[in-house]
Each structure stands twice: as C-alpha cells, then as structure tokens.
C-alpha cells in the first residue's frame, strides 16, 4: 500500500486538469440547462473514452518512454499532426482558464481590480510555482487542491439536495436532443473529462513521477483509476448542483465562461444562502487555478519534448527550454485577453468541439501502441467500442456542420 501512496500524483494532476472547464463550466451547464438529461451521456463518454487514457499509462511504464515517442515511432506525420493540435489547444485553454481564474477571484477581493491585472497577477503567481518547483511542487499542490475540492463539493450538494431543486414542480426542462443543442452536447463531449491530448501530457507525469519513485505499473494504474474516478464523481456533482441550483430558476443561463461563473456563485449564495457565498466561490476558485496550473505545466512538457523530439535532438537530463515554452506559453495565452478577450469565448468553444473530433485519431493511435501488447479480452472490447461509438458521433457532427 506504501509504494501505491508514493505513485499517487499523474492521475490527480489529470483530475485536476478535468475539472476547470468541463466541470465547472459544461457539467453544470449541462444540468442548469437540461436537469438530469444528460447525466446518462456524461457518465458514458466518460467510460467510453477511459481505455484510451489507461493505454498511454499502460504504454508509459511498461516501455519506460511516453506516448509522445510512441507517436514518433508511428511516424513523424502522426507527432506533427499532435503537437500542431497542442500548439492551438494550450495558448487558448491557457487564456481560457486564466480570465475563468481571474473572474472568480474577484469575489475575494474588498476593492475592485481589473480582470486584466488579476490575470497578471495569477499568471505571476502560476509561473513562480511552476519555475521553481515544476512537476514536484505541482504533484503535492495537486493533491491537497482535490482533497479540498471534492470534499467541500459534496458537502456543498448535500445541502443543496436537501433544499430541493430549484424548478417548480410543473417547470418543462427543454430537450437536449435536437440540432440546436448539438454543438454544445460537442463541446461537452470533448472536455469530458478531458482532452484526449492530455493522455500525452499524463505520460509525461508519469515519467516525471517515475524520477522521485520508483513506480510499476500496478502502482500506476492505481494512481490513474483514483485520478479518473476523482474526475467522473466531480461531473456528477457538477451536473447535480446545476439542475437542483439553476435549472429552472427565472434568471437565463449565461453561456460565457465568465459570466458564468460569477452567475453560478450568486445562485448558489440566493439558494444554499449568503454565507456559502464565499465557500462556492472558493470551489470554483480552487478548480480553476488547480486546473491553469496543470495546463500551463502540461502542454509546456508535451511542445517541448515534440520540438525535441522533432529536430531528432536528444533532451538534457535538465533541459532549461522547458522554461522557456512555460513562459511563451503564459504570454501568448495572456496576449490573447489582452487583444482577442471578446472573441475568447467562440475560441474555446472552437477548441472543445476540435478536441472532439480529433479524439478517434489520438484514441486510435493510444490504442495501437499498446494492443500487440497484453490487454484483457474486456479492455479490447471496450476500447473497440469506444473507437466505434466516437468515430461514428464525429463524422455525424462534421456532416452535419458542413451540411447546415
């Protein structure tokens, strides 16, 4: 049990990635929006896309490399086409869940400040974190943010189950099922419980915790399952509080990141009571610094071992360009609010509904790596059936994109 606890670290850093904007924002969306409808489709993409990030686990420790050089082994088309999508994913997501961040901590502050001068300070806070502790410090920060998180949650949807929903009894939800709410069904589906490109960047934590302990691949899965269980138990919460919170409720669902943050904070203070005020927006405030911190980290490690890796130049054992892509990162990211922060709301989505229909070629490529290996009969199927239940909804959607 001793080196299982050691292990513990990739698989909650990957939870805490989860739970900034396909959480917080599209889970409880989900459920202000539609109730209890798609708690069933929440609950199944995440199953159905489980085996796919298990297999970059699974490949990690037992070829002792990440998946990013199993991508190369595949072909360099397959690694430039990867780090092509992470270029794009990590300077959007990064602008994403900063001005998410920024939007939240207002709610502590006695006086009022700008969310561009929040962003820079969180961006300043994030960036001496990450650069004087990297993997090690963000391991034990990770773990501490979804211990708090998950338990203050729960408690947080007790009291709400308690109270009752919101929606008076003759309220009709609307249906999700129509070509309307498609995109946004997308969107979600692509964030739960996280980018599939995040398999990649879990790999490389895995190698990262692999240099303070030493971890087999029990261990490993171990720490994955916790970290994925962690994950799909917080979209439910999410989902709970927003139909027995806001669904219903008189007031319009705002579908901006940040405007909906700040609007579920409030419902929560009006409904639960003031003095929860303070504790919900200190749930949403942990998500989302937990969740800049783990993206800012993350897609860092994976452009930086891709270009590595591409020039066909061999990484030092203290390579200082993981700064530099930290740092690069961090302001092309906080050059987007400063100059693009109306148009970041259509860039997110845009990022979400691509994380989608990228996932039956990244889920593929996890796949392929690992099944010439040993995986159980069970696994297989599943895997297959995910291959074919994602393939099949990203075709329909691009069709239907393409058609309207």
């Given at each position: 049990?001793?080196?299982?606890l050691?292990?513990m670290?990739?698989?909650l850093?990957?939870?805490?990635a989860a739970?900034?904007?396909?959480h917080?924002?599209?889970?409880?969306?989900?459920?202000?929006?539609?109730?209890?409808?798609?708690?069933?489709?929440?609950?199944?993409?995440?199953?159905?896309?489980?085996?796919f990030f298990?297999?970059?686990?699974?490949?990690?420790?037992?070829?002792?490399?990440?998946?990013?050089h199993?991508?190369?082994?595949?072909?360099?088309?397959?690694?430039i086409?990867?780090?092509?999508?992470?270029?794009?994913?990590?300077v959007?997501?990064?602008a994403?869940?900063?001005?998410?961040?920024?939007?939240?901590?207002?709610y502590?502050?006695?006086?009022?400040?700008?969310?561009?001068?929040?962003?820079?300070?969180?961006?300043?806070?994030?960036?001496?974190?990450?650069?004087?502790?990297?993997?090690?410090?963000?391991?034990?920060?990770?773990?501490?943010?979804?211990?708090?998180?998950t338990?203050?949650?729960?408690?947080?949807?007790?009291?709400?189950?308690?109270?009752g929903p919101?929606?008076?009894?003759?309220?009709?939800?609307?249906?999700?099922w129509?070509?309307?709410a498609?995109?946004f069904i997308?969107?979600?589906?692509?964030?739960?419980?996280?980018?599939?490109?995040?398999?990649?960047?879990?790999?490389?934590w895995t190698?990262s915790?692999?240099?303070?302990?030493?971890?087999?691949?029990?261990?490993?899965?171990?720490?994955?399952?916790?970290?994925?269980?962690v994950?799909?138990?917080?979209?439910?919460?999410?989902?709970?509080?927003?139909?027995?919170v806001?669904?219903?409720?008189?007031?319009?669902?705002a579908?901006?990141?940040a405007?909906?943050?700040?609007?579920?904070?409030?419902?929560?203070?009006d409904?639960?009571g003031?003095?929860?005020?303070?504790?919900?927006?200190?749930?949403a405030?942990?998500?989302?610094?937990?969740t800049?911190?783990?993206?800012?980290?993350?897609?860092?490690?994976?452009?930086?071992e891709?270009?590595?890796?591409?020039?066909?130049?061999?990484?030092?054992?203290?390579?200082?360009?993981?700064?530099v892509?930290?740092v690069?990162?961090?302001?092309?990211?906080?050059a987007?609010?400063?100059?693009?922060?109306?148009?970041?709301?259509?860039m997110?989505?845009?990022?979400?509904?691509?994380?989608?229909?990228?996932?039956?070629?990244?889920?593929?490529?996890?796949?392929?790596l690992?099944?010439?290996?040993?995986?159980?009969?069970?696994?297989?199927?599943?895997a297959?059936?995910?291959m074919?239940?994602?393939?099949?909804?990203?075709?329909?959607?691009?069709?239907?994109?393409?058609?309207?």
């Amino acid at each position: 049990m001793q080196s299982r606890l050691r292990a513990m670290g990739p698989g909650l850093v990957m939870s805490s990635a989860a739970v900034g904007g396909s959480h917080l924002v599209a889970s409880t969306q989900a459920g202000a929006l539609f109730g209890w409808q798609l708690l069933w489709l929440i609950l199944l993409v995440n199953v159905l896309k489980y085996p796919f990030f298990r297999f970059g686990v699974q490949y990690t420790i037992n070829e002792n490399e990440s998946l990013i050089h199993g991508y190369l082994r595949k072909g360099r088309s397959y690694l430039i086409g990867f780090t092509a999508l992470n270029v794009v994913a990590a300077v959007v997501n990064t602008a994403g869940v900063l001005i998410l961040s920024a939007s939240l901590l207002q709610y502590f502050l006695p006086w009022n400040m700008s969310l561009t001068t929040l962003c820079w300070f969180l961006l300043g806070v994030c960036l001496t974190i990450l650069l004087a502790g990297h993997y090690k410090l963000l391991d034990r920060l990770s773990k501490v943010i979804m211990f708090v998180l998950t338990v203050t949650t729960v408690f947080v949807v007790l009291v709400a189950w308690q109270n009752g929903p919101t929606a008076p009894a003759d309220f009709v939800s609307p249906s999700p099922w129509q070509l309307s709410a498609l995109a946004f069904i997308v969107a979600m589906m692509g964030w739960m419980p996280v980018p599939i490109e995040i398999s990649a960047i879990s790999s490389l934590w895995t190698r990262s915790k692999q240099k303070l302990t030493q971890v087999n691949l029990s261990d490993a899965l171990f720490d994955f399952n916790v970290g994925y269980g962690v994950a799909v138990l917080l979209a439910v919460v999410f989902l709970s509080l927003g139909s027995l919170v806001q669904h219903g409720s008189n007031q319009e669902i705002a579908l901006a990141s940040a405007a909906f943050a700040q609007q579920l904070v409030a419902m929560y203070a009006d409904t639960i009571g003031q003095w929860s005020r303070y504790i919900v927006a200190g749930i949403a405030f942990l998500c989302m610094f937990g969740t800049t911190l783990a993206v800012m980290d993350g897609y860092a490690r994976t452009l930086d071992e891709s270009f590595h890796l591409l020039r066909k130049k061999p990484k030092p054992a203290q390579s200082w360009t993981l700064n530099v892509w930290i740092v690069a990162q961090a302001l092309l990211g906080m050059a987007i609010i400063l100059f693009f922060q109306s148009a970041l709301a259509p860039m997110l989505t845009f990022a979400m509904t691509l994380a989608f229909i990228t996932t039956p070629f990244f889920a593929w490529l996890n796949f392929d790596l690992v099944r010439k290996t040993h995986i159980s009969k069970g696994m297989n199927i599943l895997a297959w059936i995910g291959m074919f239940y994602l393939t099949l909804f990203a075709i329909g959607y691009v069709v239907w994109w393409l058609a309207s």
